[in-house]
């Protein structure tokens, strides 16, 4: 993984456990014209396409695949519909399906078995999916990846629309809120079976055990006040890890500190978790990392597994007091000590669609 945060899993980690925001004025390109000027950018990336093969790379390598696993593994892939247009990259290719074709090539992955090009949930979309396909006996193991880095066009849309933070900060369910903030991430994970894993005598780092997606179809780009749509996402990903709410010990929100979009997400949580909405641990890790659009499932539910294991929850940076619209058990202080296995990580996007991952760490 890589972020703002720096590169590696022990930067993302060590980020958010301390709260300290990456947020910095924007020098990638011309921001004068705008009404917010900050993101959280990685000073030294790359284009995109370098920065998914390095991480696509050391993600095969830290799982010891050989050179026979590799071109026996699909890529799955989560980026915008045409990352690169006209934007600052550099890249030959135009469109996200000859991205990844492009990467699988160069790192030596077998053949693309799809693209995500879904908003916010194109990467915990991405991993459902591919659970899906693993858990059904299609495929034995899959390399999912995603990325984006902060450009022009998005970054002018948001400001447009008047969602980005004004004050430089995210506060996601605090009182002062003002909008998002855009970053940078690019991550990528080797999801296998079981039996696959024991055959290459490999040693996971957690076991994703459920999976759930929804629409409310509410507007587009408003969620359903109630959050109608992540409380259904939520309650199957439950279901299929047989797990209750109360089982959980950790949930990594969505939390992009945008007032309305908060309110209905904590709505949506007290409705598919009941009176454990209240106590379980939350925070979003956006208020450190910022908004990483189609790499946003992918970079959190990560850092998720990296916490969780770690024994310590991320801080919800930025936080300044309650929201009595968010009644929700907010890790704010500090780090938090983990006291169960189980964790849930949840994405929404424009138009309404949700996703819920569940990860259980041993």
Known sequence: MASALGRGTEAQLAGTLAGVAAFAPVTRFDVAGHRVRVA???????????????AIDEACGSAGLSGAHRAACPLVLAVH??????RVSADRWRTATELAELLAIRVGLGPVARVYTSACV????????????ISSGRADRIVVAGGYLVEPDQFALFDAGRALATDGAVRPFSTGRTGLLLGDAVAA???????????RTGSPLARLTGWGRAGDAFHAVQPHPQGQGLAKAIGAALRRARIGPGALGYINAHGTGT???DAAEAAGLRQALGPAAAHVPLSSTKATHGHTLEASGLIELGITVLAMRAGKLPVNAGFLAADEACPLNVVHAGPRSVNSEWALSVNAAFGGACTALVVRVT
């Open 189 to 199: 994970v080797v999801l296998e079976s079981a039996t696959g894993g024991r055959r």
């Open 40 to 54: 959280a950018t990685l000073p030294d990336a790359g284009s995109l396409t370098d920065e998914l093969a390095t």
């Open 122 to 133: 194109s990467a915990s979309t991405a991993l459902a999916d591919a659970a899906a396909l």
């Open 259 to 261: 007032p309305f979009s």
């Open 81 to 86: 519909a045409f990352p690169n247009a006209p």
